[in-house]
């Protein structure tokens, strides 16, 4: 049983749809984070939230916009995206004082077409 | 320069075999050191944390060499189980930042 979890589990979109990801923690945390996995390269970080600020922005392009209305809650809204976005689109969390030890989601594969 | 360097595999081994995976690292000051284990579509989970003294826990033994820049995972009597891609993680303590850099991972496949 995680202590993470994200839904939709699959989301299948248009370039032109607006779509969300939204990730849930049960765990007490103040830290969560947006991380990407594409197939054959490592998890890139997007963004990170820590007591519900955001604290890390990788560079990521506007189209993809995080949101963290409270410390258990984390969004990610996207909209014109395109296909290579395709991709499994993972949360995670981690109390403060542990940033090593990050508790994921299963994940919310994304296609774009 | 990739800033975590992992041998992709796959290593194929025996039940019984030990392995062992290493991983370099580019940054110097580099603080923190973990490895994660993804299974197959699944989310990755912390396997251990790694230790300046090197650790052990159980089957697994993890150690750092600082001047070389490298950190190993020792796998003993591998289980079947023990199948799935095994992810390096490096954390670089920069001032008010806290994020972690993966490794693309080693995948590992124990065979009957």
């Known amino acids: 049983e995680t202590g993470v979890t994200q839904t939709p589990r699959h989301l299948v979109m248009g370039m032109t749809n607006k779509k969300s990801l939204k990730c849930e923690q049960h765990l007490g945390h103040n830290a969560m984070y947006w991380y990407k996995q594409s197939a054959k390269k490592p998890l890139e970080l997007m963004f990170v939230?820590?007591?519900?600020?955001?604290?890390i922005n990788e560079s990521v392009p506007s189209r993809f916009s995080p949101e963290c209305p409270n410390s258990s809650h984390l969004f990610l809204h996207l909209h014109t995206l395109q296909p290579e976005d395709s991709a499994l689109y993972l949360c995670a969390s981690s109390e403060g004082r542990k940033a090593g030890e990050l508790f994921f989601g299963e994940g919310s594969r994304l296609t774009v077409l | 320069r990739k800033e975590v360097e992992q041998d992709p595999g796959p290593f194929n081994v025996p039940e019984g075999a030990t392995v062992a995976f290493n991983c370099t690292y580019s940054n110097s000051a580099s603080q923190s050191f973990f490895w994660y284990r993804q299974d197959c579509r699944k989310e990755p989970k912390l396997l251990m944390s790694v230790y300046s003294s090197g650790n052990e826990d159980g089957r697994f033994t993890a150690q750092l060499n600082r001047a070389s820049q490298y950190i190993s995972l020792l796998i003993r009597d591998s289980k079947l189980s023990d199948s799935a891609t095994y992810l390096c993680v490096v954390n670089l303590m920069d001032t008010g930042r806290r994020a972690l850099t993966f490794g693309s991972g080693t995948r590992l496949q124990v065979q009957p």
């Open positions: 939230y820590s007591y519900e600020k955001l604290s």
